[in-house]
């Protein structure tokens, strides 16, 4: 009897393992889980799952983000750990403002280049930061008039000349 009752208590072990093998979910379908979930919760990672460990990796903006993306990965029943190799890369700084100088200047500033240039025959007026360019010039000096002009940081360079 006694050799009866520990043999029905073997096979009712073995069951169990097997049952609790056969409901233990497969690598594979984890893996879909944890990524259906970071889809939404952490878009830009992704997840590889072996034995239970969830592997994620990708890129995010802030530290937060990858904190969102390592708490989904937990959440999914089945995953037994979490190893987040996540990069955490910050947006680019904006770019500079754009300078623009005071009308008077820029004024002297594009007077002064066209002097050094050499070149005569040409008006800059300037108004709200806006260069406008009269006279006439000869066409091979047009690229040095609009350099200069442009050198002098104008919101704008308003190009009315007459070219011979």
């Not at 939404?40 to 990708?58: F, N, R, W, Y």
């Not at 089945?78 to 190799?85: A, L, P």
């Amino acid at each position: 009897m006694k050799q009866r009752k520990s043999f029905l208590l073997a096979c009712l072990a073995m069951m169990m393992g097997i049952l609790l093998c056969a409901c233990k979910p497969s690598d594979a379908k984890l893996q879909k889980e944890v990524n259906d979930k970071l889809a939404t919760a952490a878009p830009g990672v992704i997840a590889e799952v072996k034995g239970g460990v969830a592997t994620l990796s990708g890129e995010v903006m802030d530290e937060a983000a990858k904190t969102t993306a390592e708490d989904a990965a937990k959440g999914v029943k089945g995953v037994k750990s979490v190893t987040n190799n996540v990069m955490v890369t910050p947006p680019a700084p904006p770019p500079p403002p754009v300078v623009i100088n005071p009308d008077d200047l820029v004024r002297n500033s594009v007077d002064s280049s066209l002097k050094a240039a050499g070149i005569t025959g040409v008006t800059a007026t300037v108004a709200n930061g806006e260069v406008t360019l009269t006279g006439s010039i000869p066409k091979a000096d047009l690229k040095k008039v609009m350099q200069a002009a442009n050198e002098s940081k104008p919101k704008k360079v308003v190009n009315k000349l007459t070219l011979q």
